[in-house]
């Protein structure tokens, strides 16, 4: 399986971003997805996730904010992030959450102040 997620940018706070990730393999629809951002010098952390049935979870600090979607039949997952705060800037991966899948290459997003 490969990941590949990209639509990030430069992006002013108070802006909208939208990611997407396409998955390679013929398990997505029934797989757990899931975002994950790395910010400079910190560690990798989870960002929301979506389910095959659809059911979304999210971290804290972007509910209300971020909204997590899929299209199975394009393999693809999306991120919607609206009112970016210059704390959201990191390289964002996906990933199937639990599993040994290799982190593909991430995209990167800047939210300037």
């Known amino acids: 399986v490969q990941l590949q997620a990209y639509g990030g940018g430069l992006v002013q706070a108070g802006g909208s971003l939208k990611l997407s990730c396409v998955a390679s393999?013929?398990?997505?629809?029934?797989?757990?997805m899931g975002w994950y951002r790395q910010a400079p010098g910190k560690q990798r952390q989870w960002v929301a996730s979506i389910g095959g049935s659809g059911r979304t979870t999210y971290r804290d600090s972007v509910k209300g904010r971020f909204i997590i979607s899929r299209d199975n039949t394009k393999n693809t997952m999306y991120l919607q992030m609206n009112s970016l705060e210059p704390k959201d800037t990191a390289v964002h991966y996906c990933?199937?959450?639990?599993?040994?899948?290799?982190w593909g290459q991430g995209t990167l997003v800047t939210v300037s102040s």
């Open positions: 393999g013929n398990t997505f629809s029934r797989s757990d």
């Open positions: 990933n199937f959450p639990g599993t040994m899948t290799p």
